[in-house]
């Protein structure tokens, strides 16, 4: 049996879905090799295959890489939001509410929001 022979049985069992993983490597890299016009349907699909293996590779490459993207954002949000409490906390312990008024200082919490309240009513009114 020639190899033309072998690789044409080899053919006829990869279109009825009889070949093994290892058997269609084998047909494949036969067809890259030879010129045979009798091949040229088979190299053809596995021309079409190849590109959309790596096309599928492509694209599970760049889900890899926004996943990796999206995990590194929540990681900088998670950690900006805890900062963020971190010193607002620290900086609501430190806040002293004073108010100026009429050369007096109060830092009488009940009597600067009393101003405040009378001070807006007065803005809105007019």
């Given at each position: 049996m020639t190899d033309k022979e072998k690789y044409t049985a080899l053919m006829q069992r990869y279109w009825e879905a009889e070949t093994?993983?290892?058997?269609?490597?084998?047909?494949?890299?036969y067809v890259e090799r030879v010129?045979?016009?009798?091949?040229?349907?088979?190299?053809?699909?596995?021309?079409?295959?190849?590109?959309?293996?790596?096309?599928?590779?492509?694209?599970?490459?760049?889900i890899r890489i926004?996943?990796?993207?999206?995990?590194?954002?929540?990681?900088?949000?998670?950690?900006?939001?805890g900062l963020n409490l971190k010193t607002a906390e620290s900086r609501n312990q430190d806040e002293l509410c004073v108010r100026y008024s009429y050369g007096?200082?109060?830092?009488?919490?009940?009597?600067?929001?009393?101003?405040?309240?009378?001070?807006?009513r007065e803005m809105f009114q007019r």
């Open positions: 093994t993983p290892e058997e269609e490597r084998e047909l494949a890299r010129d045979d016009p009798d091949f040229e349907e088979i190299r053809g699909v596995f021309g079409y295959l190849s590109i959309g293996k790596e096309k599928k590779e492509k694209r599970a490459r760049a926004y996943s990796f993207a999206a995990v590194a954002a929540s990681i900088v949000a998670v950690v900006a939001i007096e200082i109060s830092d009488n919490n009940e009597q600067i929001m009393s101003s405040v309240d009378s001070s807006l």
